[in-house]
Structure formats: C-alpha cells, structure tokens
C-alpha cells in the first residue's frame, strides 16, 4: 500500500465516519513506510479543509462525490505543502491514488482540476471576513462570532498566528529540579526555552531524546494554560479538591502534586479515560482518588465538600484547533447550543459542592462567548452567594499560548 493511500484512509475515517483525526492516525500509522510524510499530509489537508472547500467550489459546477473531495484536497496539498514533490509529480500521484482505491472513474476529473490548480489559484473572496475565513481556513460562522466578540484586527491576528512548535513541559519537582532537567535536556542536545512565566516550565522540542525524562515521570507536557488556570485555582496543601470533569489527569495532577496532605477526587464520565488519569498519576507519581461520574447528574454526597471545585467542562475546543484542526469538522451552532446547556448543569452541580468560602473555577479551551463568559454571567445572576475573583480569556498566539477561557469564583461565608 501507498503512503498516500494511508493518508486516504486516515481522512476517509474522519470525513466519513467522523473519527478524530489523531486516534485515527494513530491507529493507521503502522502501516506508513514514511510516518513523518504521512503525519505532515493528513494534518496539511485538515489545516487546510475550508480553503480547499473553497477553491473545489470555484474550480469544479458541482460538488463532487465526498471520495473525489478527499482525493483532490489530498492533491492539493502535495501541490502546495509538500515541497519534496514537484507539480507534475503531485497531480500524477494522486491519479495514481484514484486508481489505488478504486476510483478509476474519476482519474481524467481528478487530473483536470489538479492540472488547471497548478497553473492558477482562484482568486479569493472580495469581503474581507469571507477572505479570512478562507485564508485562516477557518468556518466562517466562527470567524462572523469572533469578530463580532474580539474585532476584525485581533481575530485576523489569532487566527493567522503561527503556533510554537516547542511544547510547554512542566517539571515534576517532586522527583527532580529544574536545574538537573534543563542539564539533561542539554546533554542530550535537546532545543528548549525558558516560560518566562512560570520558574518550573520550559518550551521543549519534543521528541525522542525527550522521552526517557517523560517516562520517568521528570517532566510531563501540560499546555501554558492548563498550567495557568491550575494555579489560578489555587490550591494549597491540605486542600480538598474535586475535579468534576478530569481525563486526561493534566489539571487532577498538577493539584494532587500540591503537598503531602492534597486530597484530589478526579472524575470523568468515561470509564477508558479514567485509566488516562491513573496511568498519569502513576508515571508522575501522585494518587489522586479517581472515580467514575457524570458531573451533568446532582451528588448529595459530595454537597459542601471542597476548598476548590474545577468544571474543566466538555467544549467546542476551538482554542486548541491550531494543534487539532480537524476540531472544526462537523461544528455547528446546533451542537454549541448543547454544550452550553451540558456546561451549565455541570456548573450548577459544581455549585453545590464547594465548602463555603470556598473556590469555584470553570474553564474551557474554547473561544466562543456562548461557552465562556455566557456561562458564568449567567450563573452568577442566578447564585449570589458568588462572587467573580478573575476571568480570563487567553487568545491563541506564537509563544506558546492556545485559546482558553478561565473564572474563578468565591463562595461566600454564610
Ligand atoms: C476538557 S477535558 C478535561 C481535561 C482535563 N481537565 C485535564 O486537564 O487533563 C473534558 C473532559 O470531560 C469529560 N466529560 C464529558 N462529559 C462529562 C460528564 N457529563 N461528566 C464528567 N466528565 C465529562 C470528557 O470525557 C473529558 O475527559
């Protein structure tokens, strides 16, 4: 089988049966003779999705079947991201590929609009919110909602940012110094650069050599934000801590790392992402007391139980497309609308089981206001025994930054 056959399929599995672009990959990558070329087309073709859309709309009369579509964007992107191929050598491999997965029938069609792209792009929209979406490669409803939230000039910026490709690491000080990983790191000739932020991360490029200090649990990769909002929390030692909603373990953890006397539940409501977090806390070396839960449903149990209660609750995710952009796959209004009416009874759950004067966080990696500041304006009109400490929202950027949303309330001593 073909690389680009591999590739073919992987994108057949997130186009047609909408599987997530990275599990796919992963589930797929074994049979690559070339992981790294496989690897940079698939996630190419769905950086690039709605510019693709576009230009197949303007170069072809009507839509072509979802197969003639994933072979085109596929050739479209050997045309413009792989420098490796030349023009000629782009349209005819994907021919080749029509024929390799039984698409025999579209190989003169497939050949004529991957000809014609290589002589002319279409030219891109005239109004400068379609061309931003275009150009972003991002749906435009979203680029409508940003723009009316952060202004044409701020979207256009954070849409167009080119992310870090060093990943943010935090060192694991309860096993090591900062000062013996960056002496390792060293060694091993290992890129990385200081947070600037915070004293215990640093900007690693991630890759093999990496791999022994994260296996032994000396660092771990947490994002800038996840980071941030764990320390907005503020949890102390000696705190109790409920994670309402916790896999992959990232938040759970770096709270459970506190101090000796932390006391952390972390929950999710599916069970095979609960191993996620346990498997984590091993590696890292804490134990967060990790229980299966569907945070939407109320717990008398747990009512008025915590210093610090955290709603990392399910979301659009559009925060993080840059580094998942199959995220904007199969989005629409319709399934925001549900996600808000998921976050907000997991809020209101989460209410209920902080201590008084005790922490509420709620957060997001997402972007759109529905989700975020909607949220918790909301909430706060229907519980005043809160008060808002801070509220953030991060915009993704080239240092390191992704998209995320974080507020942090107080309960008031009744
Ligand atoms: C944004 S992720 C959490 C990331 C995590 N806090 C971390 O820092 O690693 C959201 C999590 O919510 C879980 N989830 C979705 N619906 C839920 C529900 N009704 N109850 C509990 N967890 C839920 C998902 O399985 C997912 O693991």
């Not at 649990?217 to 764990?230: A, E, K």
């Not at 992402?273 to 449903?297: E, F, H, N, S, W």
């Not at 966080?361 to 005043?384: A, G, M, P, Q, W």
Request: hydrophobic fraction near 35%; aromatic fraction near 10%.
């Amino acid at each position: 089988m073909s690389d680009l056959k591999v590739c073919y399929n992987i994108l057949s599995q997130v186009y047609k049966q909408q599987a997530y672009g990275s599990i796919s990959l992963t589930s797929k990558l074994g049979e690559a003779k070339n992981r790294d070329f496989v690897t940079r087309l698939v996630y190419g073709v769905l950086r690039n999705d709605v510019k693709y859309d576009y230009y197949i709309a303007q170069m072809t009369a009507k839509k072509p079947q979802n197969s003639a579509v994933i072979l085109l964007k596929i050739g479209m992107y050997c045309v413009e991201g792989m420098d490796s191929m030349p023009d000629y050598a782009a349209v005819n491999n994907t021919v080749e590929l029509a024929k390799e997965v039984g698409k025999q029938g579209s190989t003169g069609f497939i050949n004529g609009v991957l000809k014609a792209f290589c002589r002319k792009r279409p030219s891109m929209p005239t109004d400068a919110t379609q061309r931003l979406s275009v150009e972003a490669s991002v749906p435009l409803w979203i680029v409508r909602q940003y723009i009316r939230q952060y202004g044409f000039d701020a979207t256009s910026g954070f849409l167009t940012a080119t992310p870090l490709e060093l990943e943010h690491a935090r060192v694991n000080i309860r096993k090591t110094t900062v000062a013996e990983v960056k002496k390792r790191l060293q060694e091993s000739g290992v890129g990385f650069v200081e947070d600037g932020e915070f004293e215990d991360c640093l900007f690693v490029r991630n890759g093999q050599q990496v791999r022994p200090l994260f296996d032994a649990g000396l660092i771990t990769f947490q994002s800038l934000t996840s980071v941030r909002c764990c320390r907005i929390a503020g949890v102390k030692d000696g705190d109790e801590v409920l994670d309402m909603c916790a896999a992959p373990g990232g938040k759970s953890v770096f709270f459970a790392g506190v101090g000796d006397n932390v006391r952390v539940i972390s929950c999710d409501v599916y069970h095979h992402r609960l191993q996620l977090i346990q498997q984590y806390a091993r590696r890292m070396g804490v134990k967060p007391d990790v229980r299966l839960m569907d945070a939407t449903q109320f717990n008398k149990a747990f009512v008025r139980s915590f210093d610090v209660v955290l709603c990392d609750v399910p979301c659009s995710g559009l925060g993080v497309a840059a580094k998942k952009p199959d995220i904007y796959l199969f989005k629409d209004k319709d399934c925001v609308f549900g996600l808000t009416q998921t976050q907000s009874r997991i809020l209101e759950n989460a209410s209920a089981y902080v201590r008084d004067g005790g922490t509420l966080v709620y957060s997001t990696c997402t972007l759109l206001k529905d989700e975020n500041e909607d949220r918790i304006k909301k909430f706060l009109k229907e519980h005043r025994d809160y008060k808002l400490e801070e509220q953030h929202t991060y915009l993704p950027d080239d240092k390191g930054c992704d998209g995320f949303f974080v507020a942090k309330m107080k309960r008031s001593v009744v």
